[in-house]
């Protein structure tokens, strides 16, 4: 009953409980690197409310603003899930992060025919990135940005799908023996956990690229009177 009541207490504490412990194991390691991040998306945040001022009532680029939006948030949301313990679901917010960036920006240029399929439902966004690295020259993105929007695509895949990255986060590489339930800082996983904060950090400093560029595809959207065919 004493080994049940202890598995009992460790589940429910970790639905229902903040645990601030393991934050502030990260913030500890790494509080210079989240300020970083922090300074980067305020930026990126700033660039955002910009474009979204010049949208005005129009519907469809209102989608596309509030895409562009989406992955703001998520990429916040999946640094505070990262420092939070949660590294698998930070991990498949981060692909969420890409497929959002790559679809804003697929659907900024009135050329590939996207937005008119995304707005009726009949773009699938699961080949975003793909779409938007054999486009990319057509949308004005910088090799910088579109190199790390690869690198970090192969990298999240892995969270996506049960694999040793994903059946690790789950054992101890500090205290052989030890499982984790939920969030966890493991001192074992330091190095690992600082490949996955400057992921986010270079996705950071580019992401104003991205915002900037659909705010210039944006600009020329009404100049296109004539659509090409929609990639499929």
């Known amino acids: 009953m004493e080994e049940r009541s202890i598995a009992y207490e460790k589940i429910k504490r970790e639905i229902t409980e903040d645990i601030s412990e393991v934050r502030d194991r990260f913030l500890a390691e790494f509080n210079k690197e989240i300020d970083q991040f922090s300074i980067d998306m305020t930026d990126v945040l700033l660039d955002w409310q910009s474009l979204d001022t010049k949208i005005g009532s129009d519907a469809k680029l209102a989608h596309v603003s509030a895409l562009v939006y989406s992955a703001i948030t998520l990429q916040i949301l999946s640094m505070k899930l990262l420092i939070s313990g949660q590294i698998i679901a930070a991990g498949n917010i981060m692909r969420q992060v890409l497929e959002t960036i790559a679809t804003a920006l697929l659907c900024s240029s009135a050329a590939l025919g ?108 009404e100049s296109h009177n004539t659509p090409l065919d929609p990639i499929s």
Do not use: C, M, W
């Open 114 to 221: 996207v937005l008119e399929k995304y707005f009726r439902g009949k773009y699938s966004t699961q080949k975003s990135v793909e779409h938007l690295i054999k486009h990319a020259s057509k949308l004005g993105l910088k090799k910088d940005a579109l190199k790390i929007l690869k690198s970090s695509q192969i990298f999240y895949h892995g969270y996506s799908h049960p694999t040793l990255i994903t059946i690790a986060t789950h054992i101890s590489f500090d205290k052989e023996g030890a499982l984790y339930v939920g969030s966890s800082f493991d001192e074992g996983k330091v190095g690992q956990y600082r490949k996955e904060i400057e992921g986010r950090l270079s996705l950071s400093k580019v992401f104003s690229n991205f915002v900037l560029a659909v705010t210039s595809n944006l600009g020329q959207i």
